[in-house]
């Protein structure tokens, strides 16, 4: 068997081994769905819907508005820019959409596009290699076999093509751009030839580069780096080689414009999370940048052999980036670099590892294996080269078995660590947001119910997403002693309470009748399931109220009861329509000359009347301190206001 025949076997069985890796169990393994690959997800099933955007699905977001600044937002249906969770590139969950769209909305749907993007990744590593090996040594060398097969057994490269988010895309998308580049100087430097459409193809992808991932934005430094040194090699024929460069910048910049556009509107976006990562983590030195990035070099490097990431969700905690058997390689790799005749392919190699370990090294919590995702191709080409040129010692059988043994023994370690250590982790149910998957699903199977959590939380996008086309019936809310909802007279609900409240479920117990609970035997793992199917909530006042305000909420009946230090006055409620705006209720003590003698403003208690269904009963209570001078003859006054430009909803109500 030649080179040529054994390079193809060995490409064949890295793509086998990278699919298997990356899609066995996927929509399984890691147990539950993680907030912001959650989050993703509904911004593609709101793309799938033709829905408005920017969408904003948490409460949290409330930078929205800094964002904007003085420019209203950019409203469209093809975002070109995903501004929800701090920000994101397009093209992941353009794609994200199209697998939902062909399967359904789960989490191997999520999960299947950086799947088959670090598959993917694996072929066009190979392809990078092939171009970027002088053309003395291509036709001799295993290095590209043995690059697409490092990649495919790489512990971090597995693991984040199994995690929905967009980091592995950008792995194709560089080699790419890397293989057509040198296409392209490898046919000017042999033949003489420039051929255009390989630079059209680098500046494509380069621009690309932009619309996939946030690092990115740094990979064009690569080219602005080496590209001069290139040219002063070959200043003798500038004007040869300028031109095919010049095209190259044209195209990427022409793709990358609507982006960068975007961004000129809105520079929020372009440094909003850049400033979030480089100025948070263990590693941070406050209001010392530089001495915090002179400090993450050793941190990466280090990272890479002995001590990796500790973030459970991105590494097995500590796991190094590369097993005992690739770090060997990898160092043993850059000696037959520096052998290579021709130094320039030596030196990008050296830049591109450089500039795709600066998202890390700029990072407040380096090192981020998440944020090292580019420099993956060029850490499996050391590590072939290393191997490659240990081989090469060896006779024909024992550079076969070595290889054998190599595949074997890293892919074992990689599987035992992933599929064994990792998933097995007593952290990953909870890391990976089991709890609140598992109770969307659950809550999913009450059709015909309207579904209700208390107490609200801030990441609520797996629970949204498990609903699936049913997340618009739930509503968050904060049940406390003053309010409770009784949902609507005709339809019954379904309420979840966390099992360590149990105080907060006796409550809801109390004011509500209910017909069943469901809370263990493993239904759900974290919450308790109220589930009332009574058609006649019991809601009780004792005075009926009868009246409308401004025809959109109707108080249904008011108790008030004096007390020593305060008026106890409970209002019931019930919203005709769904309301575009959260009011603020108002009580006013009157006197006898009808003078306000106290007052309580302040909205529904944990209910606003924006999340307010149609025909819902809500029932809260106001405790009105009575004043110094007591008046001997009061009322009660009520109604509701817009507590941003003060109007009244309607006419309000007094009560004797």
């Known amino acids: ?121 694996v072929w066009t590593t190979y392809l990078a290699a092939t171009v970027l090996l002088p053309s003395s040594q291509r036709e001799r060398s295993l290095v590209p076999s043995l690059a697409a097969f490092a990649l495919a057994i790489l512990f971090p490269a597995v693991h984040f093509s199994r995690f929905g988010l967009r980091v592995m895309l950008f792995v194709p998308i560089s080699t790419l751009c890397v293989y057509f580049f040198w296409r392209g100087v490898n046919t000017w430097l042999e033949d003489g030839r420039v051929r255009w459409a390989d630079w059209i193809l680098a500046g494509l992808f380069l621009g690309l580069g932009l619309y996939v991932y946030a690092a990115g934005r740094l990979f064009p430094l690569l080219f602005i780096l080496f590209v001069p040194l290139w040219v002063w090699r070959e200043r003798s024929r500038w004007r040869e080689v300028i031109k095919p460069i010049a095209l190259m910048a044209a195209i990427s910049l022409a793709v990358a414009l609507p982006l960068l556009l975007y961004f000129m509107r809105y520079p929020y976006f372009f440094f909003f999370r850049i400033g979030y990562v480089a100025n948070r983590g263990k590693g941070t030195v406050e209001g010392r940048p530089l001495l915090t990035w002179l400090y993450n070099v050793p941190r990466v490097l280090l990272g890479l052999f002995w001590r990796g990431e500790t973030h459970f969700r991105h590494n097995l905690p500590g796991r190094p980036f590369l097993d005992p058997l690739q770090a060997i390689a990898f160092a043993w790799g850059w000696l037959p670099l520096g ?60 550079a076969l078995i070595g290889i054998l043994g190599f595949a074997i023994i890293s892919c074992s370690w990689t599987v035992y660590d992933y599929f064994g250590r990792y998933q097995n982790h007593p952290h990953m149910a909870v890391d990976f947001d089991y709890p609140d998957w598992d109770l969307g699903q659950v809550m999913n199977t009450f059709d015909g119910h309207d579904l209700y959590l208390t107490p609200t939380q801030e990441e609520t996008a797996t629970i ?155 029932q809260d209570t106001f405790l009105i301190p009575w004043p110094e001078n007591r008046p001997e003859k009061w009322s009660i006054r009520t109604g509701f206001y817009d507590s941003v430009t003060l109007e009244p909803l309607g006419e309000e109500v007094v009560f004797d």
């Open 339 to 398: 052998r290579f005749q021709v130094k320039l392919r030596s030196l990008f190699v050296a830049l591109w590892l450089f500039t795709m370990l600066l998202p890390t090294i700029l990072s407040g919590d380096a090192p981020h294996f998440g944020r090292m995702t580019g420099a993956m191709p060029v850490i499996a080409i050391l590590i072939a080269l290393g191997v490659d040129d240990a081989l090469r010692r060896l006779s024909n059988r024992g």
């Open 1 to 121: 068997m030649n080179v040529h025949q054994l390079n193809r076997l060995i490409l064949l069985a890295a793509l086998i081994t990278a699919a298997f890796l990356r899609l066995w169990q996927l929509d399984t393994l890691p147990l539950g769905l993680y907030h912001d690959e959650a989050y993703n997800g509904l911004d593609a099933l709101a793309l799938i819907r033709g829905e408005t955007f920017p969408i904003f699905h948490e409460a949290w977001e409330l930078y929205a508005a800094e964002a904007h600044g003085d420019r209203p937002a950019w409203t469209t249906n093809w975002p070109i820019f995903f501004e929800g969770n701090y920000g994101r590139e397009p093209i992941h969950v353009y794609l994200m959409a199209l697998s939902i769209w062909l399967i359904e909305p789960t989490p191997f749907a999520v999960r299947l596009v950086p799947a088959l993007g670090g598959v993917l990744g």
């Open 464 to 618: 949204f997403f498990a609903l699936g086309d049913r997340s618009s019936n739930l509503r968050l809310l904060n049940l406390d002693q003053t309010l409770v909802t009784a949902g609507r007279p005709t339809t019954p609900l379904v309420m979840a309470v966390p099992q360590d409240q149990p105080e907060l479920s006796e409550q809801i117990r109390s004011r509500l009748a209910y017909s069943d609970v469901i809370s263990e035997g493993g239904v759900t793992t974290e919450h308790q399931l109220l589930v009332i199917d009574t058609v006649n909530p019991r809601l009780t006042w004792a005075e009926d109220g009868n009246h409308l305000f401004g025809d959109t909420i109707q108080l249904l009946g008011i108790s008030v009861n004096p007390q020593d230090e305060n008026i106890k006055v409970t209002l019931t409620w019930r919203g005709l329509f769904e309301l575009d705006t959260s009011y603020t209720a108002f009580i006013h003590l009157l006197d006898e000359e009808g003078e306000i003698a106290a007052q309580v403003d302040r909205p529904p208690a944990g209910y606003p009347t924006g999340d307010w269904r149609p025909e819902e009963w809500i």
